[in-house]
């Protein structure tokens, strides 16, 4: 069955750095786009980036742009986001999530559990 | 960027009840519009796409409807499980993608 493992949150203070994982298992990485979306404790859910099935695109929020990076290893099943100069209101759950279906269908239909990230000195 | 909006913010219903959620969007999204369901602590699970149409192993109880801007999410009879955050999200116009605010039905 279709598993996505975040690790790599964790507790940094503002201006630092910090980068997430998601392990994919049960499908075909290279075949699908990913995401990453993020909810801030107690919010809802905002998109931060997208990263097309074999790397050639990539797409980020404004709140993000600059400062986070999406990348892949569909050798390794791994998806990325490296994530610099970390702000306060970049607390929140990150959670990678599987596109749908083919190239453009970016809905999310396979979830990670998540991985805490808390910006704070 | 899409704006959702989601109505109402809380919904309390029995079990057994109808549940009616609404999302609207700023301009025009077509009819490419998801619907998902999150309970405390976990992540979100995708019920409906492009509008209508029930993601694999979703209950026949949960339904959508709407196109352009206007979108419905239909619980026909409450069951406990059911009781969550719901969130819409567009994917006509991106980027970014975006989510409505989210409509909690809690128990009455």
């Known amino acids: 069955q279709v598993q996505l493992v975040e690790s790599g949150g964790g507790v940094v203070q503002p201006g630092g750095s910090l980068r997430l994982s998601c392990a994919a298992s049960?499908?075909?990485?290279?075949?699908?786009?990913m995401h990453w979306v993020r909810q801030a404790p107690g919010k809802g859910l905002e998109w931060v980036a997208y990263?097309?099935?074999?790397?050639?695109?990539?797409d980020y929020a404004d709140s993000v742009k600059g400062r986070f990076t999406i990348s892949r290893d569909n050798s390794k099943n791994t998806l990325y986001l490296e994530m610099n100069s970390l702000r306060a209101e970049d607390t929140a759950v990150y959670y990678c999530?599987?596109?749908?279906?083919?190239?453009?269908?970016?809905?999310?239909?396979?979830w990670g559990q998540g991985t805490l990230v808390t910006v704070s000195s | 960027d899409i704006v959702l909006t989601q109505s109402p913010a809380t919904l309390s219903l029995s079990p057994g009840e109808r549940a009616t959620l609404s999302c609207r969007a700023s301009q025009s999204v077509s009819t490419y519009l998801a619907w998902y369901q999150q309970k405390p602590g976990q992540a979100p699970r995708l019920l409906i796409y492009?509008?209508?149409n029930r993601a694999t192993g979703i209950p026949a109880r949960f339904s959508g409807s709407g196109s352009g801007t206007d979108f419905t999410l239909t619980i026909s009879s409450l069951e406990p499980e059911d009781f969550a955050v719901y969130y819409c999200?567009?994917?006509?116009?991106?980027?970014?993608?975006?989510f409505g605010g989210g409509t909690k039905v809690e128990i009455k």
């Open positions: 999200q567009q994917r006509n116009n991106w980027p970014p993608l975006t």
């Open positions: 990263i097309r099935y074999d790397g050639g695109n990539k």
């Open positions: 999530a599987k596109a749908a279906g083919a190239a453009g269908n970016n809905y999310f239909d396979y």
């Open positions: 049960g499908f075909s990485l290279s075949s699908y786009g």
């Open positions: 492009d509008a209508s």
